[in-house]
């Protein structure tokens, strides 16, 4: 057990809260002490890849971290892996990642930064770009860089060794990914590296090569992965199971409120803040009965709407949500389109495909089988229906409308 001296109990405490690995703990304090001691803050790096141009509720939980570094007077480092990102990290996938272009990846990088000031300090922020010195190396500096880890350590991480066993492709650029990513907090001369559970390896194999460098390995810090809405996979864009920041407030209260139970917890904490015996206390109101899950859901949906909008946002959108769902009216603002159809009425399962929320006629008829599909309040359950001309609203799922009119 640490003993953690009583000057430092307050940001120790703030900073360790909601980790996974510590590594090493020991070291941790000794620089925290340095840091107050010589009035020196700590350099703490956090990169991210910017594949895609949005970023959800998962990609905050380091971010708020983050913050909390800044609170105490630390240097927050956010790394935009523009360099990286066109190599994709292998991390968690069972197969060679797309590769993005320049533009691609510039274009989801200036995105990124107008989200992550919604939470930290623009001013306390330094921005860097990783292309910035990968971009300069040569290809003598690229075999050095190589030559300072093995293959072996390599195929010790588990998507790699699954891919090898299953005789499925890894690519040598591949290989390079951690040693770039690694060679970023040596650039950076960063103390501490924030990540996810899956960044765990890349930042392991950063805190070598930076001792193979001459360097002070840094402090690892991971936090855990949040599970998206779906309850079962970490948040994902590609598995639409994500809440994204910069969505409408409609969209972030009524997707908060359809996360599983047994998930607000982890969401009171990760994407909130919440501490844990807040969070306990909390849980033991829903437990005993004093607290309906379905308000605490409300108080969560509410306050992320307030946290990436505003209060009258929340409020809004909460009465829009109580509005369609308790009072099972239509929503006040939904996009509308226009439908043309050869004869008197169009099918079903063309204006589904037609409309935008099926790809096929085969996913069109598997949603009208699994009930999902409402014209005017009714539940269709025929895939030979046919909808008549005129004006109609069209709800699939539980919060996806459209008011169509067919001609």
């Not at 304090?29 to 895609?52: F, H, I, M, W």
């Not at 690892?220 to 809405?229: D, Q, R, V, Y």
Request: proline share 4%; charged share 30%.
């Amino acid at each position: 057990m640490i003993r953690v001296p009583q000057e430092l109990e307050a940001e120790w405490n703030a900073l360790t809260r909601s980790t996974v690995d510590l590594i090493p703990e020991e070291e941790f304090l000794e620089r925290l002490q340095a840091a107050r001691k010589n009035r020196t803050p700590l350099r703490v790096k956090y990169g991210v890849d910017p594949s895609a141009p949005d970023l959800h509720l998962g990609h905050t939980v380091p971010i708020r971290k983050l913050k909390q570094f800044q609170d105490f007077g630390h240097q927050v480092i956010f790394l935009i892996g523009d360099f990286t990102a066109r190599i994709g990290d292998p991390t968690g996938k069972s197969e060679t990642r797309k590769r993005l272009t320049k533009e691609q990846v510039d274009s989801n990088a200036r995105t990124y930064l107008e989200q992550i000031f919604k939470l930290l300090d623009e001013a306390k922020t330094q921005v860097v770009y990783n292309s910035t010195w990968l971009e300069k190396m040569t290809f003598s500096d690229v075999i050095e860089l190589s030559s300072k880890y093995t293959v072996a350590r390599m195929l010790e991480r588990e998507d790699y060794k699954k891919r090898f066993k299953d005789e499925k492709p890894i690519y040598v650029h591949e290989f390079l990914y951690p040693l770039m990513q690694g060679y970023d907090s040596i650039a950076l001369r960063s103390d501490v590296e924030i990540g996810g559970t899956d960044q765990k390896f890349n930042i392991l194999v950063a805190r070598e090569l930076q001792r193979e460098y001459g360097q002070s390995p840094q402090i690892i810090l991971t936090l855990p992965i949040l599970i998206g809405t779906d309850g079962m996979n970490k948040m994902s864009k590609s598995l639409n199971n994500y809440i994204g920041i910069t969505e409408p407030p409609q969209e972030i209260f009524g997707k908060a409120m359809s996360i599983p139970d047994r998930l607000m917890a982890d969401y009171l904490e990760l994407t909130l803040g919440y501490a844990p015996d807040e969070v306990a206390g909390l849980m033991r109101s829903v437990e005993q009965g004093k607290l309906h899950p379905r308000d605490l859901k409300a108080r969560l949906a509410r306050e992320l709407v307030a946290t990436y909008h505003s209060a009258t946002a929340a409020k809004a959108a909460e009465e829009e949500f109580n509005r369609v769902f308790r009072e099972r009216d239509i929503p006040t603002d939904i996009q509308e389109t226009t439908l043309r159809c050869e004869d008197a009425k169009l099918w079903i399962v063309k204006l589904l495909v037609q409309a935008g929320f099926a790809k096929s006629n085969r996913e069109a008829r598997k949603l009208i089988t699994a009930g999902a599909v409402c014209l005017n309040t009714e539940k269709i359950t025929d895939q030979d229906y046919e909808v008549s001309t005129g004006q109609h609203v069209l709800k699939v799922g539980k919060r996806r409308f459209l008011r169509v009119t067919v001609t």
